[in-house]
Nanobody
Framework: QVQLVESGGGLVQAGGSLRLSCAASGRTFSTYRIDWLRQAPGKEREFVAWISWSGGSTYYADSVKGRFAISRDNAKKTVYLDMNKILPEDTAVYYC?????????????WGQGTQVTVSS
């Protein structure tokens, strides 16, 4: 069992930076791929980035590539999303979610989300 708790959201000005954290409980955290997804008001949830269990592989949506960076510290059981050059369209609830393998079609665990609001 893995529980995920996001934090770090808030109000930020366009062009600014923010760091989101996804803290996990559970002994098997380090075996999961962790994704960040987001859902803007009135829109469907969309993928943002993922990081492999080891941290050796990452992947980003085109909309955030070059601006966001995902990282993890398995010793601290935490995954981070560093958001830079934030745009108003980055306003959304951000979720972290866990997959046991890249081939899984669904996520095994979800966090409750953290709100990011960008002012222009």
């Amino acid at each position: 069992q893995v529980q995920l708790v996001e934090s770090g959201g808030g109000l930020v000005q366009a062009g600014g930076s923010l760091r989101l954290s996804c803290a996990a409980s559970g002994r098997t955290f380090s075996t999961y791929r962790i994704d960040w997804l987001r859902q803007a008001p009135g829109k469907e949830r969309e993928f943002v980035a993922w990081i492999s269990w080891s941290g050796g592989s990452t992947y980003y949506a085109d909309s955030v590539k070059g601006r966001f960076a995902i990282s993890r510290d398995n010793a601290k059981k935490t995954v981070y999303l560093d958001m830079n050059k934030i745009l108003p369209e980055d306003t959304a609830v951000y979720y972290c979610a866990a997959k046991s393998s890249n081939s899984d079609l669904t996520y095994a665990y979800w966090g409750q989300g953290t709100q990011v609001t960008v002012s222009s």
